[in-house]
């Protein structure tokens, strides 16, 4: 009888949630990202499909140079103004491929579905994305992205080599074996040092996975974690979801290996779901108190009864539709991220979550994940193991609402900074200076190596003119 009164609220809800979609219209030579907060207007929009065209802007072009994928970053970091934006979109093909080896070179510019479809023929799977299948390769190295991949961490550690256009002209290869200094750069460094244009990734076998979920006190969470999680073979994804307001609960969601008949049958999910369920939850849960209560007591309740059991690849093509919003013209739904050494999750969390109440930021959900250290990226976040904690918030589109976010920005990057961790570069560029150099203590190597690469400061960004000079 709970069960179905439950089902009878969520349903009435549903149908007084407005439902229709506010898609902006993309303006000519404006790049913008999926945030809609930071629209730029750029020289102009080239969308190559060949390397000879990518060689040719870069070589021929006298003006500055942004790179832009799925545009899924937050703060500018793939364009500034009166640049030449390379849009990596349509430069998207598989180059080759061995299902023996277990890897697979691509253009840079494909999305993480276009790749998965192929690979699933073959039974196989990516070893470490991030949740949602929207975003470029290349894009995802520049970044150098993480996962819900247990026993992972930073995408780097599954790149096998790159090639990348430097701004001279010059097309090379680069891995931990050959032109390390560039391989380590570049991954991780924003478009900085030139253009990623191939990707050779390993690969692993893909699996049937059973969700398993607990609801737990946040103060147990590290212990649960390192003895039941970290060390287990059979966990595939896993992440802990902390529900506002209070912040004390979470709930541990792990995919594990299994046997076991499938109960989702399809290998992917669709391309062109529909997503109403999901705009329903993000606007009740952002719009009041009761509809956290109602994401937390009814929603996930509903959602999490009983264990499925589906693909790898099934869990892997999230597509970030799912999470849009019916408009964006007022308000807008935001990323954060903060890394601290997994020894010091006790003493971050309450100082985080102090911040976020003092200053009453709307957080729709914090998302614990686990990454294991960086192998040597120059702008590395994990510099041990560390555990990640993701901030998925609402705010408004007014300057005064972004000084705001501006504010606590600030509180919680010296919160990460006190715990030696850091903050994840490709969300709002508010971090001071001092701020950024102590979070990203090789960052004046970086700097130095992008002068040596790019002497004449081809390659910008609103990252770069946040903090090299």
Not at 276 to 282: G, L, Q, T, W
Not at 285 to 295: A, D, M, T
Not at 300 to 325: F, H
């Amino acid at each position: 009888m709970e069960k179905y009164f439950r089902l009878s609220i969520l349903y009435f809800l549903l149908i007084i949630s407005s439902c229709s979609i506010d898609n902006p219209k993309e303006e000519q030579n404006i790049v913008n990202d999926v945030s809609q907060l930071n629209p730029i207007k750029v020289q102009r929009v080239v969308v190559p499909t060949t390397n000879s065209e990518i060689i040719g802007v870069v070589k021929n072009q006298k003006g500055t140079i942004s790179i832009g994928g799925g545009r899924f970053s937050m703060g500018g970091q793939t364009a500034t103004e009166n640049t030449i934006q390379i849009d990596m979109r349509k430069f998207n093909r598989i180059i080759s491929f061995s299902k023996e080896q277990k890897e697979i070179t691509v253009q840079a510019g494909i999305r993480w579905r276009e790749l998965i479809q192929f690979i699933d023929k073959y039974d196989l799977s990516v070893k470490i994305m991030q949740t949602y299948a929207n975003f470029t390769v290349g894009g995802s190295l520049s970044v150098n992205v993480h996962g819900r991949y247990v026993g992972q961490g930073p995408i780097i550690l599954s790149v096998k080599s790159i090639k990348i256009l430097l701004a001279n002209g010059d097309l090379i290869a680069a891995s931990p074996f050959q032109n390390q200094e560039i391989f380590y750069a570049a991954i991780g460094g924003y478009g900085g040092i030139g253009v990623i244009t191939e990707v050779t990734l390993s690969l692993t076998e893909n699996c049937k996975v059973e969700r398993k979920d607990t609801v737990m006190k946040i103060s147990g969470y590290n212990h649960f974690f390192s003895n039941t999680i970290k060390n287990n073979s059979d966990v595939i994804f896993h992440n802990a979801d902390i529900y506002p307001r209070d912040f004390d609960e979470i709930r541990a969601i792990s995919y594990m290996k299994t046997d076991k008949e499938l109960t989702i049958k399809d290998r992917l999910k669709p391309n062109d779901g529909s997503y109403v369920m999901n705009r329903f939850a993000i606007k009740t849960v952002s719009n009041s108190c009761f509809g956290k209560w109602l994401r937390k007591d009814v929603i996930n309740p509903l959602y999490y009864s009983g264990n499925v059991v589906e693909w790898r690849n099934y869990e892997a093509t999230y597509d970030v539709a799912e999470l849009e919003p019916s408009s964006r013209e007022k308000s807008t739904y935001v990323l954060q991220e903060y890394f601290v050494p997994i020894a010091q999750f006790g003493s971050f969390y309450p100082k985080m979550i102090r911040v976020l109440k003092e200053n009453k930021v709307n957080v729709m959900n914090i998302s614990i994940r686990h990454a294991n250290r960086d192998p040597g990226s120059q702008m590395a976040w994990a510099k041990a193991e560390v555990f990640a904690f993701v901030i998925y918030y609402k705010q408004g589109v007014l300057d005064a609402d972004k000084e705001k976010v501006k504010i606590w920005t600030g509180q919680l990057i010296d919160a990460s900074i006190v715990e030696k961790g850091s903050y994840y570069l490709p969300y709002q560029i508010y971090a001071r200076k001092e701020q950024f150099l102590k979070a990203y203590p090789n960052a004046l190597e970086f700097f130095k190596l992008k002068k040596k690469y790019d002497p004449e400061y081809k390659f910008r960004n609103k990252l770069f003119d946040a903090y090299y000079n």
